[in-house]
């Protein structure tokens, strides 16, 4: 998603759902929505980490979003889907897969209906939060593109 752009600029972002919470990322990192398959593992990754899948050729590894953000593992389901994404790798970029429990909508949203993710202690990592935007009366965390999505 990058950095906050200016108050006046609007920007679309994806919503999908974790728990009971919903996200955001923008979607024009958004490159595909598909629904959950078979991943292929690979040996000792991060807990996090799925696996990879093989997308038109393109091997791109796919997380977890629940169990990066210390929520509990459930089964997965029809509305179970990886949102394959675009991410930022130092002056790179790469695609990744996030499983996600659901795909909700697509909103359009101010850079100035984004603040700044609160301070929550030095122990937390937060450099995937782009923001934190207050839609229809609830807050959702917005999503950068950067790497950290993956890194542990």
């Not at 169990?67 to 089964?75: A, R």
């Not at 675009?86 to 697509?106: N, P, R, T, Y």
């Amino acid at each position: 998603m990058g950095e906050k752009q200016n108050s006046t600029d609007e920007t679309q972002y994806l919503t999908f759902h974790l728990a009971n919470e919903e996200y955001a990322v923008g979607i024009l990192r958004v490159k595909e929505i598909i629904p959950y398959g078979a991943l292929t593992k690979v040996p000792q990754p991060p807990p996090a980490i799925r696996g990879v899948i093989n997308l038109r050729g393109k091997v791109i590894p796919v997380i977890d979003l629940r169990l990066k953000f210390g929520l509990p593992s459930i089964d997965y389901t029809q509305r179970t889907c990886i949102i394959v994404v675009q991410v930022k790798s130092g002056s790179s970029s790469l695609l990744m897969g996030i499983v996600v429990d659901e795909v909700s909508e697509v909103l359009t949203m101010a850079a100035g209906d984004i603040e700044d993710t609160p301070d929550f202690g030095a122990n937390v990592e937060t450099g995937y939060i782009l923001g934190m935007a207050k839609i229809k009366g609830k807050v959702k965390a917005a999503f950068n593109n950067s790497r950290h999505w993956i890194d542990d």
